[in-house]
């Protein structure tokens, strides 16, 4: 079975300063692995998939992640956060088996300071 | 250009009182799904539509229905909500069920149980 855990449910970073929000997975074949932002009474929308191929994925808004298979880990970056860039942030793990099945961590919530 | 339209944004209903949340998209997906999102939790799957074939996730408790008329709209059918059931509902939509298809999210209902 396929689960997913977001480390810190809350992150608090200044204007211009490097977004890091964390995210393992554990799945038993190959995973798919997805960030989306949600906004504040939005739905989700995604911000960028690793499916295949090269392990550092760009994503929209400047948001990227690297798939690092030996720690298990997906980890989504921003070099420099906005104010627009507050949000709650989910990852979510597929397994081809499980066809579009996601499993989503609890989320991080994303505050950004002035 | 709305793609995933819910409504209405916010239902209030009574304790035990039937209540309906509407879904409809205009991308023409085979695929439609409808998430639970509990507050300041992660969204969770209660079932899913490919054309007219229905897919209940185990443990979507049975007081939870879906219908799909046509291929643009779902409805999501609570036939006694409680307490518990307060949350944000979440319909999402895909063009097929393989791993490799973004799922689109709508705005999501917030229904309050009074």
């Known amino acids: 079975a396929q689960s997913v855990t977001q480390l810190g449910s809350h992150v608090s970073v200044s204007e211009g300063a490097l977004v890091l929000l964390r995210c393992n997975y554990s799945?038993?074949?190959?995973?798919?692995l997805f960030w989306y932002v949600q906004y504040p009474n939005q739905g989700l929308q995604l911000l960028l998939k690793?499916?295949?191929?090269?392990?550092l994925v760009k994503g929209i808004n400047g948001f990227e992640a690297e798939f690092k298979k030996s720690e298990t880990s997906f980890h989504l970056t921003k070099p420099s956060a906005h104010m627009s860039d507050a949000a709650e942030y989910f990852c979510?793990?597929?397994?081809?088996?499980?066809?579009?099945?996601?499993?989503f961590g609890g989320g991080t919530r994303l505050m950004v300071k002035p | 250009d709305a793609m995933v339209i819910q409504n209405p944004r916010y239902q209030v209903t009574q304790f035990g009182k039937p209540v309906t949340l509407s879904c409809s998209q205009t991308?023409?997906?085979?695929?439609m799904y409808w998430y639970q999102q509990k507050s300041s939790q992660a969204p969770k799957l209660l079932f899913h539509y490919y054309d007219k074939d229905f897919n209940n996730e185990a443990d979507t408790p049975d007081n939870f229905q879906s219908r799909r008329p046509n291929t643009s709209f779902c409805f999501l059918d609570i036939r006694s909500p409680g307490l518990g059931d307060a949350a944000m509902y979440l319909c999402a939509t895909s063009r097929g069920t393989s791993v490799w298809e973004t799922q689109y999210f709508g705005p999501g209902t917030r229904l309050l149980v009074l």
């Open positions: 979510a793990v597929s397994e081809d088996n499980a066809g579009n099945m996601l499993t």
């Open positions: 690793y499916t295949t191929g090269a392990t």
């Open positions: 991308l023409n997906h085979n695929v």
């Open positions: 799945s038993s074949v190959p995973p798919y």
